[in-house]
């Protein structure tokens, strides 16, 4: 045991729960959660962190650190005209897709054919309204929003992993001197779990719950094992999917969205600096299971810290903690130059907010990048043969 373990669990605790906080409230903001159930989402997913983190590293003696999909939860805040109990149903959905995926091989064999250019350009179409309201935030409050930009930009030079979490506090100093922030909540009681009854709607289910299931595939879980890889690690794809999987349709029932591998954390527990010894660096998982022990229990009064903030700032916060994630999608869907123009279809329909059937951008995005890869190879046979 060494210190380095316990700092390393909680700077990845606060890395995770910090600098995508805010994308959670404005994903249960856009489905209409009260503020119970937002508390409640919150809640449940910390306390499938601390399960399935905890569980999975003890069990495998290996550090596997788990946390939401952050990719999903700005997929959910994109969404329009879905309802709490809706997008509950394609949260159980999500969940039992990624249980399939770890028992039914085929399944999951045919999930990795998806083309990850088309996925990461879809990702890339929800991702890229997040981004641009950060300068559009800087339109109405540029005195509070453009010096955080600067500090982003400075901190990230020196720790990216930071960057966020530096401008979170730093925003929420700025925001409380200047008094733009609203009065704070002085109730500091234990958050409680609310059970939301689903409604399995089948526009919901393949406009958010399909693509909700992708998105965390690609985005969360296959970069999680690539992370453990480069560690050395050789992590049990199936389990892991099991574990995870579960804990996303338990916790789906109380307004949580899905669970799955970390990326970013993973790298700030899986290194030399947590332990010397790789076969040591299994305790982090432990340490970090009670930092989100923690944050469950008082995720109400959090909630309302974020609350209370300007919503320029909220904006700001959601928007650079998800710059990496963009530019990472960006990449992945342009790096193929014969996949390219399906990839910037897919972004483009994707971006739109194109709803049709009542069925959200993001699947619409998905289709029209598949079929115009599909032209595209259809096109090389006929020139072939002729």
């Known amino acids: 045991m060494r210190l380095s373990i316990i700092t390393s669990a909680v700077v990845a605790a606060l890395v995770g729960f910090g600098s995508t906080i805010a994308i959670i409230i404005a994903a249960a903001q856009a489905v209409g959660a009260d503020a119970a159930q937002t508390s409640s989402w919150v809640a449940a997913l910390c306390l499938s962190m601390a399960a399935t983190s905890g569980f999975l590293s003890i069990r495998y003696r290996m550090p596997i650190i788990t946390a939401w999909s952050t990719p999903g939860a700005a997929l959910v805040a994109a969404s329009s005209g879905i309802s709490i109990h809706a997008a509950v149903g394609s949260f159980l959905l999500a969940g039992g897709l990624i249980m399939l995926a770890a028992f039914i091989k085929p399944f999951g064999r045919l999930i990795e054919r998806i083309p990850s250019s088309i996925a990461a ?40 992993a930071l960057a966020v979490l530096a401008v979170l506090f730093v925003g929420l100093g700025l925001a409380l001197g200047s008094g733009q922030a609203q009065p704070l909540s002085s109730d500091l009681s234990l958050s409680t779990l609310t059970f939301i009854m689903p409604s399995f709607e089948p526009t919901a289910l393949i406009g958010l719950g399909l693509p909700l299931f992708l998105v965390t595939m690609a985005s969360q879980n296959l970069p999680g094992f690539a992370v453990l890889r480069a560690s050395g690690y050789a992590p049990p794809s199936r389990p892991i999917l099991a574990v995870t999987g579960l804990s996303s349709v338990v916790t789906a029932l109380f307004g949580a969205h899905t669970s799955n591998l970390a990326a970013i954390s993973a790298a700030i527990c899986t290194g030399p600096d947590t332990h010397p010894d790789p076969a040591k660096r299994w305790m982090v998982g432990p340490f970090y299971s009670a930092s989100y022990l923690i944050f469950a229990a008082f995720s109400a009064a959090l909630i309302g810290l974020i609350a209370a903030l300007p919503p320029e700032l909220i904006k700001t916060v959601a928007g650079l903690a998800l710059i990496g994630a963009f530019a990472g999608a960006l990449g992945s869907a342009l790096s193929e130059e014969a996949k390219r123009f399906p990839a910037v279809l897919a972004l483009a329909v994707t971006a739109s907010g194109l709803t049709l059937f009542g069925i959200g951008s993001a699947f619409w995005g998905l289709a029209a990048g598949l079929i115009a890869l599909g032209l595209d190879a259809l096109a090389v046979r006929l020139r072939n043969r002729a």
């Open 121 to 160: 350009a879809m990702l890339a179409g929800v991702l890229i309204q997040f981004v641009t309201a950060v300068f559009a935030s800087a339109q109405g409050a540029p005195a509070l929003v453009l010096p955080l930009v600067v500090l982003f930009l400075l901190v990230r030079l020196f720790n990216p």
